[in-house]
């Protein structure tokens, strides 16, 4: 650790002196937490920690490497478990490195008094998960902590993958004159996983969308499209990916907000709760930014592996400070990163 | 949820934008009560679709906003003592008093919980019958009814761990404290469409004769909210001054009977604080007689909570529509979602955090406007 390091230090722009649950979410305090902590005490290059995974060189192989932790309540949503999360979060962050994923490892970290069956049920979607996205599980961990330290079952997993595009995918390279395509409808995840936890029942069962996501991006850089950056949508959704690269590239984003499918039931749960689906996350969803003259061919590709595939944007200019803006009725507007997580309105 | 669209058909909206402009001949000055109806004008831009010269003033219906920071620092006192469970709506949980915000009590262990419903804490109540289960009960008659449900449900089912922290408030005595204040300039309302599907429109009749001013119950979408404006706009250039109801695919004049009764039977009227606006006659509910035993404030009577400090935060000129956020000096920079001053920044419906989300662009061009 650096000697300039000092942990007495209150950090730039962070607020309490305790971690909140909002520090986890994704949004601004994560950023916080970013430039604040880590940052200071770890990076060494400039661009240490602006990616989902790292790029390393490793006598002559370029490899991606990355590393993510589950914890979801509850364990098992429609479409899904952590299991799954596990496995396909670290190969689809591997895949927006423009790597195939090698080898996993997995951690996990068990509560006394959880149920075997469940861990059973667990393992068993691991298997299927690893051997959908082609990945081996190489190495593990278990650690069992006492009752009430942990919410069932945590899991760390970590990734290697062979980087195969030619060019680096990263947001600096998005510039203007790019499209930015959507690979599929958007929000599922996040309200399948929140009408599971808080007992909402909605007419039609909401079901995460979580899926590998190599293949497309495989078929992508297959077919030698400039792939200038990509991005899975997770944790704070689709604006927040869109404002995250506007702000790395330094680039204003124009999102064409009705061209983004969210499906009819997710529509009206968001609707109901008061919350907006672009923030939502999601489990197997990525944008693409490329040159406009690929665009109509990349998408034609993409709609091969979901239909709800679209170009919603567009990249404008170069700005200072990078922004998303959508058109409303009077005029444009800007697209804020969220403070923490999203909560229900309350009438 | 279906028939959402068709009431933000931009060409529809632009219809009423020239509608609105054809039968205006002077300036005038509306306010629209509730905070989701600024949420969705700032949101979908519709104040800028408007004829130089109308404007909207920003109201007081944002139950969070209103909330007064002593009730928040009384319910963040139950909220840490050891054996409560405190229950609460999401929204209320970033809103600063003097000693925090629910949430960092929670960081700092206190057991408060999240809660959809005041149904959801009766039910944690039954599951948890060694602990004391307290409910955050605020927001305006549209929330009311539940809290007044949940507590003919533990009435009935004698639960004897279940209290309530209420500051319910109501709208009509806050626009007649609004209309009879020294610096009212507001002309017409937008009644909200929410609170009268619960109370119906009765009781602006009165209002609406005493001062002379229109008031159109409007809806939260766009077209809701333009029609609601030609509705009102059309009333002040022809002189009228009536209850008109936009909202008619919900709200009836009587209002949901039930649910007022539910609301005549466990609540009595009081006067009652609101952020920011100070003390308004009438204005609040507190539990009756007969229910008093699921007064949070009785139950833990020994709660201290810290004066309030002076702050340069405006949101009470803000709620009462005297300014906007941009006047703030603060804005955007010492007072911002993640690190709020005052209400208004914090909820979803607060009218600084629909201009900060919506505007920031804006808000930039503010800021170094000030700096320069």
């Keep these: 650790m650096s000697k300039h390091f000092a942990p007495a230090c209150p950090p730039l722009g962070l607020t309490g002196d305790r971690i909140e649950l909002a520090h986890g979410g994704g949004g601004l305090k994560t950023r916080q937490l970013i430039e604040g902590i880590f940052r200071p005490a770890l990076a060494k290059r400039s661009d240490d920690f602006t990616h989902d995974g790292a790029r390393l060189e490793i006598d002559g192989a370029r490899m991606a490497f990355t590393t993510d932790s589950y914890v979801v309540r509850p364990l098992f949503f429609p479409g899904g478990d952590i299991g799954t999360l596990a496995i396909y979060g670290t190969v689809n962050d591997l895949a927006m490195c423009g790597a195939e994923p090698v080898a996993l490892s997995l951690a996990l970290v068990l509560e006394e008094g959880l149920a075997i069956a469940d861990l059973q049920r667990i393992a068993s979607s691991i298997r299927d998960a690893a051997d959908a996205a082609g990945v081996a599980v190489v190495t593990g961990d278990t650690k069992v902590v006492e009752r009430g330290k942990g919410d069932g079952v945590y899991i760390n997993t970590s990734g290697l993958g062979r980087i195969i595009a030619k060019s680096p995918i990263v947001p600096q390279r998005v510039q203007p004159g790019d499209v930015i395509i959507l690979s599929g409808d958007v929000g599922r995840h996040g309200v399948a996983v929140m009408a599971m936890r808080e007992g909402f029942h909605f007419e039609t069962e909401i079901r995460s969308d979580c899926a590998p996501l190599w293949a497309p991006v495989r078929a992508l850089i297959g077919r030698g499209y400039d792939l200038h950056c990509l991005r899975d949508l997770t944790r704070g959704g689709l604006a927040t990916g869109l404002i995250e690269i506007a702000l790395a590239a330094g680039i204003e984003i124009m999102l064409d907000e009705h061209g983004v499918c969210v499906c009819e039931p997710v529509r009206g749960a968001c609707e109901i709760l008061g919350i907006d689906p672009l923030y939502v996350a999601n489990e197997g969803r990525f944008i693409a930014a490329l040159p406009e003259a690929e665009a109509a061919a990349a998408l034609e590709c993409l709609r091969g592996f979901d239909p709800a595939a679209a170009i919603i944007g567009r990249v404008d200019r170069a700005t200072e400070v990078g922004a998303v803006v959508v058109d409303t009725l009077g005029g444009k507007r800007a697209l804020d990163l969220m403070s923490g997580e999203q909560l229900p309105r309350i009438c | ?372």
């Design chain 2, 1 to 372: 949820v279906r028939h959402v669209d068709e009431y933000r058909d931009p060409a529809a909206a632009r219809r009423y934008g020239d509608a609105i402009a054809q039968i205006t001949t002077r300036d005038w000055i509306l306010m629209e009560i509730c905070g989701g109806q600024t949420h969705s004008i700032v949101r979908h831009g519709i104040d800028r679709m408007l004829p130089w010269g109308v404007s909207l003033l920003h109201g007081p219906g944002c139950p969070v906003c209103v909330t007064p920071a002593s009730v928040v620092d009384a319910a963040i006192a139950m909220a840490s003592r050891p054996n409560v469970i405190f229950c609460s709506f999401g929204d209320m949980m970033r809103v600063p008093g003097e000693a925090g915000t629910l949430f960092t009590a929670r960081a700092s262990g206190a057991d408060v919980r999240m809660v959809y419903s005041p149904l959801d804490a009766l039910a944690i109540a039954r599951e948890n019958p060694d602990r004391e289960i307290v409910f955050f009960a605020i927001g305006f008659e549209t929330t009311a009814p539940t809290t007044a449900m949940a507590v003919l449900q533990a009435d009935r089912e004698d639960l004897r761990n279940f209290s309530m922290l209420v500051s319910h408030v109501l709208v009509p005595p806050a626009m007649e404290a609004l209309l009879s204040g020294p610096h009212n300039a507001v002309q017409g309302f937008l009644a909200a469409g929410h609170v009268c599907t619960v109370m119906g429109y009765v009781d602006y009749e009165p209002l609406v004769r005493r001062h002379k001013v229109p008031i159109v119950v409007t809806g939260f979408e766009p077209l809701d909210l333009l029609q609601g404006i030609y509705m009102c706009i059309r009333q002040l250039e022809e002189g009228r001054a009536e209850v008109e109801n936009q909202y008619s695919r919900s709200v009836r004049r009587n209002g949901n009977e039930r649910a007022r009764a539910a609301l005549a039977q466990v609540f009595t009227i009081e006067d009652q604080a609101w952020r920011g606006m100070g003390e308004i006659a009438s204005s609040g509910l507190t539990l009756a007689p007969a229910y008093a035993r699921f007064d949070a404030r009785k139950r833990f009577p020994d709660i201290v909570v810290p004066t309030p400090n002076p702050s340069e935060c405006i949101s009470g000129d803000i709620l009462r529509g005297l300014r906007k956020p941009g006047d703030c000096p603060a804005f955007g920079t010492r007072c911002t979602p993640e690190h709020p001053l005052g209400a208004t920044m914090v909820s979803s419906e607060g009218t600084c955090a629909a201009y900060y989300r919506y505007r920031r662009l804006e808000a930039g061009e503010m800021a170094l406007r000030r700096r320069a």
